[in-house]
């Protein structure tokens, strides 16, 4: 079954960096566009960063623009999100998932990322 493991977040001070990976299995990671969400408490989970199935392309929320870079690893079957810069808005749990999200609903359990002074 589809598994999608998120790891590498923690408490950074502002304007530090973080690189976040997220580990897919249970289907065919290189054919699939992939995505990073973020949640912040008491906010709506948002759509952070996307990158096509060959890593081609990429697509960022504006807020994050020119400080966080998505990538992947085929080969891995890993996606990640390499996060400088990093401000206090940013805190929340991020999640991996493919893009489009996937039809059963399903999400990893996240990794916290807190950016504090």
């Known amino acids: 079954q589809v598994q999608l493991v998120e790891s590498g977040g923690g408490l950074v001070q502002p304007g530090g960096s973080l690189r976040l990976s997220c580990a897919a299995s249970?289907?065919?990671?290189?054919?699939?566009?992939m995505s990073w969400y973020r949640q912040a408490p008491g906010k709506e989970r948002e759509l952070v960063a996307l990158i096509s199935s060959a890593g081609s392309g990429t697509h960022y929320t504006d807020s994050v623009k020119g400080r966080f870079t998505i990538s992947r690893d085929n080969a891995k079957a890993t996606v990640y999100l390499q996060m400088n810069g990093l401000k206090i808005e940013d805190t929340a749990v991020y999640y991996c998932?493919?893009?489009?999200?996937?039809?059963?609903?399903?999400w990893g359990q996240g990794t916290q990322v807190t950016a504090s002074s």
């Open positions: 249970g289907f065919t990671f290189s054919s699939i566009a």
């Open positions: 998932n493919t893009h489009p999200l996937l039809p059963t609903g399903y």
